[in-house]
C-alpha cells in the first residue's frame, strides 16, 4: 500500500502543514494531536493542527480524508479505518479531525509507523526489545527481574510523537516522556527513537 501511504502524507503535509511532533509544546489535551489507545487495541487518533483557508477549505479536506480512507479500506476488503469528524475549532485558525481505526496495525499500517500494543511476552516473541531504560515517576529504572513480573501485562512501542493516552495506567517510560496523570504521555521529548510504554495491566 505504498500509494496510500504516499498519499497520506500529502494529505496531512502538504494540505494542513501536519505536524504529529506538536503535543510535547504544553497545549492542554484538547488543544494536542492525540493516539488513544482502548483495552481492545481500537485507536482514536485527533489530529489538531493550524488550518490556512486561504489554500484549502474545510470541505476540500474532509473530502480528500475521506477519499484516502475509503482507498486503505478498499485495499483491506472491509471497512478498517473511519473519519468521524472535520470541523474549524472556534478561533477560525484551527482544524480538528478524528480518525477511528479498528487496530494499531491500521494506525501504523495508514501513517507508515510503528504501533504496538500488546503484551510484553508476545512483544518480546515478534523480536521487538524490550530497552533496559525504562524508568518510573520516581526516576527508578525497572530492572530485568522487574521485567518477568510484566510479562503478561500491556507495552505500547511505537516511533510516533503525539500523546498517547492509554487503556491503563503507565507505570515505566522511556526517558524523556512526560506523563499528564496517570494514563497520558507526552512523547515529543523522549531520548530514543522507539518509545516504549510498559501498562499496569
Partial sequence: MQSIYLKKYYFLGALIVMAFMLAGCGKEKSLATS???????????TIIEEFDQSLYNLDELSELA??????????????????ESVEMLKDE????????FNSTNDYAS???????????????????????ELMNPEGQVLSSEGLSDYLSRSIIITEDRSVFITPYKIDYYTNGVKLNGKKEAITSDATSE????????
Avoid: H, P, W
Avoid at 70 to 77: F, G, H, K, M
Fill in 93 to 100: 485558525k484551527t482544524v480538528k479531525m478524528v480518525l477511528k
Fill in 110 to 132: 495508514f501513517n507508515d509507523t510503528a504501533l504496538y500494543f500488546g503484551t510484553v511476552q508476545d512483544a518480546i516473541d515478534r523480536g521487538y526489545e524490550i530497552s533496559t
Fill in 66 to 83: 475521506s477519499s484516502e480512507v475509503s482507498a486503505y479500506n478498499s485495499e483491506c476488503l472491509s471497512e478498517r479505518i473511519a473519519v
Fill in 35 to 45: 493516539v488513544e489507545i482502548d483495552k481492545n487495541g481500537a485507536v482514536t487518533n
Fill in 194 to 201: 522507539v518509545i516504549q510504554l510498559l501498562l499496569s495491566k
